[in-house]
């Protein structure tokens, strides 16, 4: 009966949240793809569910309206770019603002090559950014990516990073940890670490990086709500600059 009930009371919380999103209320607007709106999409989770959330024409989220605002004009158009686990909503953005272009992900299908962070197989010195937003979380050897990114990049080349934080020192995973242990403790089963903010910026430095920090609060509160940017675990962007 308890299940019934919850599978019913989702299905109606789903139906009025569409509702409300075609309300003639233009409150909220996508700076990636111009929708304007009531409110943004709900995203649905069963611990992290996020209201105001999801463009309903591009799918971006908040981290992703909010390293568009941030970094709209900082891709050049000579830069040979390099995007791992690319999103949709910015791939054509990325790709259109750079002279060459390429993405990777270790699954197939999911980008334009099947490429691995940790081992890369471009050579040394050869893009000028690297696009990598919530990837890191996700591996076990970020030491070992962030090493490869290093050394693909050209000398002042750049590495843009999101990945989710919480406070300031990083939670680890434990050795034999399962799926429901991390969920609980990083609110997703496929990350094995949640990130803290000083402990992340420490970690591009050791790797050799010149980095600043840019977040939600660069920003007026006036974009902030437009735009739907805030939510507390992605509100920060990383920049890392290969030293010479």
Not at 103 to 110: A, E, R
Not at 163 to 190: A, C, H, Y
Request: aromatic share 12%; hydrophobic share 35%.
């Amino acid at each position: 009966m308890k299940n019934i009930f919850l599978k019913v009371s989702k299905k109606f919380s789903r139906s009025i949240d569409n509702l409300s999103i075609k309300m003639p209320l233009y409150i909220r607007e996508c700076p990636i793809c111009k929708w304007k709106g009531s409110r943004f999409k709900t995203n649905w989770h069963k611990l992290k569910t996020r209201y105001d959330s999801t463009c309903p024409k591009c799918c971006s989220k908040e981290r992703d309206r909010l390293i568009y605002v941030l970094l709209k004009d900082f891709i050049k158009s000579d830069w040979i770019v390099y995007h791992a686990a690319p999103e949709g909503s910015l791939t054509k953005w990325i790709q259109k603002s750079s002279k060459e272009y390429i993405s990777g992900d270790i699954i197939p299908g999911y980008a334009m090559e099947i490429q691995d962070l940790r081992d890369l197989t471009f050579e040394d010195n050869k893009f000028d950014l690297i696009w990598a937003s919530h990837v890191l979380e996700h591996i076990k050897e970020d030491n070992l990516a962030l090493s490869e990114i290093y050394r693909v990049l050209k000398p002042n080349g750049y590495v843009v990073l999101q990945v989710p934080t919480w406070g300031e020192n990083t939670i680890e995973e434990i050795p034999g940890m399962d799926k429901k242990d991390r969920e609980k403790l990083f609110f997703q089963s496929d990350h094995v670490r949640l990130y803290g903010k000083n402990d992340f910026i420490n970690l591009i430095k050791k790797h050799g990086f010149n980095t600043r920090v840019l977040s939600n609060e660069n920003l007026s509160i006036e974009e902030n709500l437009k735009y739907s940017l805030n939510y507390l675990t992605t509100n920060y962007v990383f920049i890392g600059q290969k030293k010479k």
